[in-house]
């Protein structure tokens, strides 16, 4: 049974916009940690964003600070990833994720436990 489920991926110029969004199946996903992660075929995953349960405390990798933005909407079990200024180097498969341990937020991909499928970004020049 899937529990996440990401949509809003498509395909961009470089320098526009593109906003994810992440469905989730069980109230619970309330009170996990979220994040994002991406993956260009033949690459290893990397992080992009993650937020705490409460929606306070944000994680971003040094490459999408100041164009990407997390957010949550715990009452529609949603998590937001709304990305700005894409670049051609931005083009990959983004997952989301969350992890139902009890961490502070963290960018390994090893700490989280529930993944949706993913959905394709591609960024033209």
């Known amino acids: 049974q899937v529990q996440l489920v990401e949509s809003g991926g498509g395909m961009v110029q470089a320098g526009g916009s593109l906003r994810l969004s992440c469905a989730s199946s069980?109230?619970?996903?309330?009170?996990?940690?979220r994040g994002w992660f991406r993956q260009a075929p033949g690459k290893e995953r990397e992080f992009v964003a993650a937020?705490?349960?409460?929606?306070?405390?944000?994680l971003y990798s040094d490459s999408v600070k100041g164009r990407f933005t997390i957010s949550r909407n715990n009452a529609e079990n949603t998590v937001y990833l709304l990305m700005n200024n894409l670049k051609p180097e931005d083009t990959a498969v983004y997952f989301c994720?969350?992890?139902?341990?009890?961490?502070?937020?963290?960018?390994?991909?090893?700490?989280?436990?529930?993944w949706g499928q993913g959905t394709q970004v591609t960024v033209s020049s």
């Open positions: 937020i705490n349960w409460s929606g306070d405390s944000t």
């Open positions: 994720a969350a992890t139902s341990f009890r961490l502070g937020l963290t960018s390994a991909a090893t700490r989280y436990n529930y």
């Open positions: 069980g109230r619970a996903f309330s009170t996990y940690t």
